[in-house]
């Protein structure tokens, strides 16, 4: 048995082993029909069936089957591939498509069924009605049958529906099987040249019909009783899909998880870019949804990949190096074509630098040192020429036009003529005695304060008043030029009156 989605060995675009006229353009599953013979489907729950795109090509079959959340086959979603590629698409009876985007997936551990989850609900989408029992409803999610499958159900009917390789249009086409085998885990159904499922078909429903209870008057209900699983590679043969009542409990589970938010409308130039505490989530505008590619999941890092392809998970080999590159020395280092290029630039007397209008690091003429370009007139390491540092002693520099100009000194230190040197100390101040007014203040009435022997406070307040007026008599004295030390003296230096000589008393001394 092989698996019908878009394994690596099965591609999507043709039938192996098929034969002249099956998988026409008006067929879909082999020998498929576009409306379903045996189970009565609405025309929104026809429109639930629809097709899973893998980079815009047919993938696999899905249904949906709750707010959101689709049924498929988890073989669909390889290790190598991301949601992010990933649409589930639906269509209308005119041939109109409406992509949905696939924003996750949980897979069963042990069988092969996912539950994928749709940034948008297809409920909402619009349309005009087409069929008569139409209520304007895109969509409606199909029901999901958890009683268990006996014996019993083998020689019953069941239709299968698919968007696989017979049809080239995105709404399924039907066609009803027999059941020929219960297992532990599956439905197995006939198949023949002609009458059988192919690629693509992976992950579509197996529908049944239940009647109403006797004496209830309602419409025979429809469910899903497995999803396909595996198939004969050559589209001849039975095919054999996974019991829904085998995982009821555990679509339960997944059905009931929080929904995430739903997707992001985009315009189609937004640019895509790298997000995340780490900066390895890749957002990309595409289908007018932004999409998110978590590529750390994938053991990659985000980053630039070159050209039109702008901003992607890189190929694993080159780490974190994107197609910007980098220079180590002499050497451009950049990602290109899946690996690591490193180009050596002085083989071709050349300097490894920044390419302004890319963004990329290249070999480019340029004044360079050790083989790396350098900016002689700004770089602090090489100012003015190779090995020059700007680095002046006690402070800070910047290179300015090739010449260091120190921009900040250190704290203690002043700029002098383009350097840092040590700041003169500033000149402290002596102490002022009190005065003998704020003793007088500061002394408790009626009690004399013993200082120095028992002198009281206020006496030697007034000693140090004295003394301050004795220094500023000095001072004048010494402005004019003489010091009174007797009354001769002065009789002869003539009277000291605010400063002035009275010049008429000096020359009647006879000085």
Not at 399 to 416: I, K, N, P, R
Not at 487 to 506: F, H, N, S, T, V
């Amino acid at each position: 048995m092989a698996v019908l989605g878009c394994a690596p060995l099965l591609s999507c675009a043709a039938a192996p082993g098929s034969e002249a006229g099956v998988g026409a353009a008006d067929d879909g599953l082999i020998g498929g029909t576009p409306t379903p013979s045996y189970v009565p489907l609405s025309a929104a729950q026809r429109r639930a069936i629809g097709r899973l795109e893998l980079y815009g090509e047919r993938h696999c079959t899905g249904t949906l089957v709750g707010e959101r959340r689709v049924l498929t086959a988890a073989h669909c979603f390889g290790p190598s591939e991301s949601t992010a590629d990933m649409d589930f698409v639906l269509a209308d009876e005119t041939g109109g498509t409406y992509p949905a985007p696939v924003i996750a997936v949980a897979a069963h551990a042990a069988l092969d069924v996912a539950v994928a989850t749709l940034g948008l609900d297809p409920v909402d989408l619009p349309i005009a009605p087409a069929d008569p029992d139409d209520d304007g409803t895109f969509c409606e999610p199909l029901e999901l049958h958890a009683e268990p499958l006996d014996a019993s159900w083998v020689g019953a009917w069941t239709e299968l529906a698919g968007s696989g390789v017979g049809t080239a249009t995105v709404a399924p086409t039907f066609a009803v099987h027999t059941v020929t085998e219960i297992d532990a885990s599956g439905v197995w159904v006939d198949g023949s040249k002609g009458h059988s499922v192919c690629m693509g078909d992976s992950g579509g429903p197996f529908l049944a019909k239940f009647d109403a209870a006797p004496g209830l008057a309602e419409p025979p209900a429809v469910r899903v009783i497995a999803a396909l699983s595996t198939g004969l590679s050559d589209c001849d043969g039975p095919a054999r899909g996974i019991r829904t009542d085998v995982v009821a409990a555990w679509l339960k589970s997944a059905l009931a998880e929080s929904l995430p938010p739903k997707s992001s409308p985009c315009a189609v130039a937004d640019p895509s870019y790298c997000s995340g505490d780490g900066g390895d989530v890749v957002h990309e505008c595409r289908g007018g949804y932004w999409r998110l590619r978590d590529c750390e999941a994938l053991g990659r890092s985000c980053g630039y990949k070159g050209g039109e392809a702008g901003y992607g998970c890189l190929p694993a080999p080159c780490g974190d190096l994107d197609a910007h590159g980098e220079c180590v020395g002499g050497t451009a280092r950049y990602c290109g074509g899946g690996s690591i290029e490193s180009i050596d630039c002085s083989l071709a007397e050349l300097g490894c630098g920044k390419v302004e209008e890319t963004g990329d690091y290249r070999c480019i003429q340029c004044s360079a040192c050790s083989g790396a370009c350098v900016e002689l007139e700004s770089d602090e390491h090489h100012c003015g020429a190779c090995g020059q540092r700007c680095d002046p002693a006690n402070g800070k520099g910047e290179c300015l036009t090739g010449m260091c100009v120190v921009s900040l000194c250190d704290a203690g230190f002043e700029q002098v003529a383009g350097e840092c040197v040590r700041a003169a100390e500033e000149p402290q101040e002596l102490p002022v005695a009190p005065s003998p007014e704020a003793c007088a203040l500061a002394e408790p009435p009626g009690r004399t304060l013993g200082l120095r022997g028992g002198a009281p406070l206020a006496l030697l307040a007034a000693l140090a008043l004295g003394r301050r007026r004795s220094a500023a008599r000095v001072a004048a004295a010494r402005v004019a030029g003489a010091v009174r030390e007797s009354p001769l003296a002065e009789a002869r230096i003539g009277r000291y009156d605010g400063g002035k000589i009275d010049k008429k008393e000096r020359s009647d001394g006879g000085a």
